[in-house]
T-cell receptor
Framework: DVKVTQSSRYLVKRTGEKVFLECVQDMDHENMFWYRQDPGLGLRLIYFSYDVKMKEKGDIPEGYSVSREKKERFSLILESASTNQTSMYLC???????????????FGEGSRLTVL | SQKIEQNSEALNIQEGKTATLTCNYTNYSPAYLQWYRQDPGRGPVFLLLIRENEKEKRKERLKVTFDTTLKQSLFHITASQPADSATYLCALDLPPGTYKYIFGTGTRLKVLA
């Protein structure tokens, strides 16, 4: 089974702190994504990456950056956390079968971040 | 801009009945549409994907239909069980044919024993 692992399930940070959210997938998937999920707003795409060192902005990239130095790892960085970044953060990777993207997203369990 | 609408009100049904959830979208049609299940505090889990040239897809007790004229997908769970209680999200690719998805806010289903 595909496994997408997010390093922290719960984090509490203070305003202005730098925050790293790590995500690792074990299936050699090329495409990886970071979403945030807020009540009433659903999942919103922050950034995605289609290859090592490649990244594209999603719908709400402001205040975030990402890093993909290795294929299996996609990190989300909050350079200076703010209270409006309190949210559930979900990492996902895109399924691959026979070298072809399947369209199916595999999600991690989520990281619930609280910024005080 | 493209929007997805799912009934934000919770759906309560009796065990054994068929649950039907609706996903409507505006503007242009996606290349494919997907349904996910999400339990409280967990990440979404993929259920079914249906392509624009498919009208219906089934997987065990699940059935998805896709009407590009109505710009609507219906998601059915037959012989529903309390374990089916969860929030169900629909998602579509935007722009069509890419792997960037937009998600609906989900419909919470509660199956009563």
């Amino acid at each position: 089974d595909v496994k997408v692992t997010q390093s922290s399930r719960y984090l509490v940070k203070r305003t202005g702190e730098k925050v790293f959210l790590e995500c690792v997938q074990d299936m050699d998937h090329e495409n990886m994504f970071w979403y945030r999920q807020d009540p009433g707003l659903g999942l919103r795409l922050i950034y995605f990456s289609y290859d090592v060192k490649m990244k594209e902005k999603g719908d709400i990239p402001e205040g975030y950056s990402v890093s993909r130095e290795k294929k299996e790892r996609f990190s989300l960085i909050l350079e200076s956390a703010s209270t409006n970044q309190t949210s559930m953060y979900l990492c996902a990777s895109l399924g691959l079968a026979g070298g072809i993207n399947t369209g199916e997203l595999f999600f991690g369990e989520g990281s619930r971040l609280t910024v005080l | 801009s493209q929007k997805i609408e799912q009934n934000s009100e919770a759906l309560n049904i009796q065990e054994g009945k068929t649950a039907t959830l609706t996903c409507n979208y505006t503007n242009y049609s996606p290349a494919y549409l997907q349904w996910y299940r999400q339990d409280p505090g967990r990440g979404p889990v993929f259920l079914l994907l249906i392509r624009e040239n498919e009208k219906e897809k089934r997987k065990e007790r699940l059935k998805v239909t896709f009407d590009t004229t109505l710009k609507q997908s219906l998601f059915h769970i037959t012989a529903s069980q309390p374990a089916d209680s969860a929030t169900y999200l629909c998602a579509l690719d935007l722009p069509p044919g890419t792997y960037k998805y937009i998600f609906g806010t989900g419909t919470r289903l509660k199956v009563l024993a």
